[in-house]
T-cell receptor
Framework: QKEVEQDPGPLSVPEGAIVSLNCTYS??????FMWYRQYSRKGPELLMY????GNKEDGRFTAQVDKSSKYISLFIRDSQPSDSATYLC???????????FGSGTKLNVKP | GAVVSQHPSWVICKSGTSVKIECRSL??????MFWYRQFPKQSLMLMAT?????????EQGVEKDKFLINHASLTLSTLTVTSAHPEDSSFYIC???????????FGSGTQLSVL
């Protein structure tokens, strides 16, 4: 079983839709959770960072962590064509010696 | 957010030559840097972890004599692909975490094409 599972998509939505991206994980030691956006042939860009359980909002983006279910989500409101990219979830335990990544979900927002 | 600069962004070289890729943390001290390889439409594959001033730790299956990693300072790590061959062609990405460590920041990546 992989440490982190993420549906690869692709996910295609119309402009303005609410997008929900999700990851599940198996290691209960993970405490730090991140979402990255990666455009083709570019390095991943950190979008959201969350420590432990709870919600965090930043503009159109909301990150949720449910440690009891080992489930994290990223919501994008009012999606734009410029949001079309691959979204990677990542997580780490307290020692930060290693970061575990999902396989990435490719999102396409159609104008 | 913190800035990680990676150069070059792309390089084409002949088979048998060596290529060096630089990764710099511009506004923070990177105690640990990670090097990844990414194939088209696939996720990141961790190659090695380097801590400043010590030898890199390579993942299983990664040839340490082929992929030389140096992390001589808190702001610079280099990856040298020695005697490159066409099968080494790939997208290489570095990342760095600071002293606090909970966030990981990435460079812009290097596309290596070996002819």
């Amino acid at each position: 079983q992989k440490e982190v599972e993420q549906d690869p998509g692709p996910l295609s939505v119309p402009e303005g839709a609410i997008v929900s991206l999700n990851c599940t994980y198996s290691n209960s030691a993970f405490q730090y959770f991140m979402w990255y956006r990666q455009y083709s042939r570019k390095g991943p860009e950190l979008l959201m960072y969350t420590y432990s359980s709870g919600n965090k909002e930043d503009g159109r983006f909301t990150a949720q962590v449910d440690k009891s279910s080992k489930y994290i989500s990223l919501f994008i409101r009012d999606s734009q064509p410029s949001d079309s990219a691959t979204y990677l979830c990542a997580m780490s335990a307290r020692n930060f010696n290693k970061f575990y990544f999902g396989s990435g979900t490719k999102l396409n927002v159609k104008p | 957010g913190a800035v990680v600069s990676q150069h070059p962004s792309w390089v084409i070289c002949k088979s048998g030559t060596s290529v060096k890729i630089e990764c710099r943390s511009l506004d923070f001290q990177a105690t640990t840097m990670f090097w990844y390889r990414q194939f088209p439409k696939q996720s990141l594959m961790l190659m090695a972890t380097s801590n400043e001033g010590s030898k890199a730790t390579y993942e299983q299956g990664v040839e340490k004599d082929k992929f030389l990693i140096n992390h001589a300072s808190l702001t610079l790590s280099t990856l040298t692909v020695t005697s490159a061959h066409p099968e080494d062609s790939s997208f290489y990405i570095c990342s760095a975490r600071g002293e606090v460590g909970e966030k990981l920041f990435f460079g812009s990546g290097t596309q290596l094409s070996v002819l």
